[in-house]
């Protein structure tokens, strides 16, 4: 870990960075979908930040591993809600595919720290 643990982890900083994103289309575009909906969209958003952050925390890389599985399910949790306010008419695809592509590589990049933390355990 650097200086700042889990804020120099680049994915951590585009977790965070998506989670501000959708605050700020939930408070605009997506003004009209359902409270519950909208609560929990981005209680998602938030939670992969937060597990991220959590994960890199922990003393060891086993520990480490189980947040970031955590933070991986929220990211397929998150992509499967923003799929239904697209469906649902409450996201229109201008604003739901960009977000879609930047959850799938969230994902796949969170796998990818997975494996490095199974693999090479940290200093």
């Given at each position: 870990?650097?200086?700042?643990g889990?804020?120099?982890?680049?994915?951590?900083q585009k977790?965070?960075?998506?989670?501000?994103?959708?605050?700020?289309i939930?408070?605009?575009s997506?003004?009209?979908?359902?409270?519950?909906?909208?609560?929990?969209?981005?209680?998602?958003?938030?939670?992969?930040?937060?597990?991220?952050?959590?994960?890199?925390?922990?003393?060891?890389?086993?520990?480490?591993?189980?947040?970031?599985?955590?933070?991986?399910?929220?990211?397929?949790?998150?992509?499967t809600?923003?799929?239904?306010?697209?469906?649902?008419?409450?996201?229109n695809?201008?604003?739901?595919?960009?977000?879609?592509?930047?959850?799938?590589i969230?994902?796949k990049?969170?796998?990818?720290?997975?494996?490095?933390?199974?693999?090479?355990?940290?200093?």
């Open positions: 870990m650097g200086n700042k889990f804020k120099d982890l680049a994915v951590w977790a965070k960075d998506l989670a501000v994103l959708i605050y700020k939930s408070n605009g997506m003004k009209s979908v359902d409270f519950g909906l909208k609560d929990q969209i981005r209680r998602s958003a938030v939670s992969v930040a937060s597990n991220l952050a959590e994960g890199d925390e922990r003393d060891t890389d086993k520990e480490s591993v189980r947040y970031f599985f955590i933070a991986k399910g929220s990211v397929a949790e998150l992509r809600q923003l799929q239904i306010a697209h469906e649902s008419g409450y996201l695809a201008q604003t739901y595919q960009p977000l879609e592509n930047e959850y799938d969230l994902g990049r969170i796998g990818k720290l997975i494996q490095a933390r199974r693999t090479s355990p940290r200093p």
